[in-house]
């Protein structure tokens, strides 16, 4: 089994990345969202990342212009999946959007296509059912700028086929991915698992006022070597995705904690159109973010 035509489903941030990186890898990519004004908005992010491609990886003007070349941008979902062999799912982290996803797309995809879900945090095992292919369907996770952190986690779930959970590792690998096979269901995966404790007691000691964004990434950075703080990772992610998952987490919970996490977020960040990276501001107002500066973490600074 082998993949050439692929489809991305949802064109927000990661989406949007996933779709560049495959077509720049050359695949024949088709970008999939609910309207052409989502499509208008991914080509503009898309349009964003052939500076970063050249500066990061070192590619010509000709190698991102052909990547997209290689892109075609579908708001019929029928459309969009008719002639795919894998659809990379990436729509926002709500379990009834993505099942209603599941239910639409499993009508109209051909037989052979295979189904793989972007989710950071909910397991493939939720959907399988909806799907109506669950032996076809399994998670394929990517970090955030997914051209410089290059890292792609499969996760299938008991009634995946070992055939297409190979033939997603080998998918990986050809858009040049270290793959990270997981043998078992695990939420978060195995960098989630990780990270996302981090960036919940970022935001729980910022809510509870113990100290503000910077200073506990200052915190962070300092006492680990690492190039980001948590807040500085958050506006990598998107504060809409950091929402989302702080709203799921509040209803799970009943803790009123993430409640307050999730108003912050909707209240000083989304309703304010700062969305993180994406629209140059966040927790830090971008291209000059205060942490990138060479006397962040001086002894000096305030």
């Known amino acids: 089994m082998s993949f050439s035509r692929i489809t991305v489903a949802g064109s927000g941030v990661l989406g949007s990345q996933i779709a560049f990186q495959a077509a720049f890898k050359r695949f024949d990519v088709t970008v999939y969202d609910i309207s052409d004004e989502a499509l208008a908005k991914a080509k503009e992010r898309i349009e964003a990342l052939k500076?970063?491609?050249?500066?990061?990886?070192?590619?010509?003007?000709?190698?991102?212009?052909?990547?997209?070349?290689?892109?075609?941008?579908?708001?019929?979902?029928?459309?969009?999946?008719?002639?795919?062999?894998?659809?990379?799912?990436?729509?926002?982290?709500?379990?009834?959007?993505?099942?209603?996803?599941?239910?639409?797309?499993?009508?109209?995809?051909?037989?052979?296509?295979?189904?793989?879900?972007?989710?950071?945090?909910?397991?493939?095992?939720?959907?399988?059912?909806?799907?109506?292919?669950?032996?076809?369907?399994?998670?394929?996770?990517f970090a955030n700028e997914i051209w410089k952190n290059n890292t792609a986690e499969i996760m299938g779930h008991p009634g995946t086929d070992e055939g297409v959970f190979g033939a997603v590792v080998g998918f990986a690998k050809k858009i040049g991915m270290i793959a990270l096979p997981l043998r078992k269901e695990q939420p978060g995966y195995i960098l989630n698992s990780l990270l996302v404790p981090l960036l919940d007691a970022a935001q729980l000691l910022l809510v509870k006022e113990v100290a503000d964004a910077e200073t506990i990434d200052k915190t962070w950075m300092a006492a680990t070597g690492a190039p980001l703080g948590p807040f500085a990772i958050l506006d990598v992610v998107g504060i809409n995705t950091a929402y989302n998952i702080g709203l799921a987490k509040a209803k799970a919970t009943g803790d009123p904690l993430y409640q307050a996490v999730a108003d912050k977020l909707k209240r000083d960040y989304i309703d304010q159109n700062r969305l993180g990276r994406e629209t140059g501001e966040g927790f830090y107002r971008y291209p000059d973010p205060s942490f990138a500066r060479p006397d962040f973490l001086s002894a000096d600074s305030d």
């Open 51 to 141: 500076p970063r491609y050249m500066a990061d990886l070192g590619a010509s003007q000709q190698e991102v212009d052909d990547a997209c070349g290689r892109m075609a941008f579908q708001s019929d979902l029928a459309k969009a999946v008719e002639h795919a062999d894998l659809v990379i799912e990436a729509v926002p982290e709500v379990v009834d959007i993505k099942t209603d996803f599941y239910r639409r797309l499993g009508a109209v995809a051909p037989l052979h296509t295979v189904f793989a879900t972007n989710s950071s945090t909910l397991l493939p095992s939720q959907f399988a059912e909806a799907t109506g292919r669950p032996e076809k369907f399994l998670a394929l996770h």
